[in-house]
């Protein structure tokens, strides 16, 4: 258990095991501060920090009408429609323009 060649595979193991779990906690940290509105184009993080602040989170931004978007500060009505546009799920949209009750 005390071989110099034992040693030195167990120091390449720790090291490997070291560089992947920094590299997974790096990738999980940038995850976390990632959101779907750094896709949107025109936000930048005043407006983002605005619509978070006026919502709470991306799921009641989703679930919010135009009407309510558009009160944020820095906000307008063709900017509203065109985040709430970009926030609703293709599949949303689809079902929404087929269904003649809604």
Known sequence: LNHPGLNLLQRLRDEAHRFANTYNADLRSQ???????????????????????????????RA???EAIAEVPGFGPRLAAELHAFLRPPAAAESAASDPDA
């Open 31 to 61: 995850r976390l501060r990632e959101s779907v509105l750094d896709e949107f184009t025109g936000l930048g993080p005043v407006r983002r920090a605005a619509l978070l602040a006026a919502f709470g989170d991306i799921q009641r931004l």
């Open 64 to 66: 919010a009408p135009v």
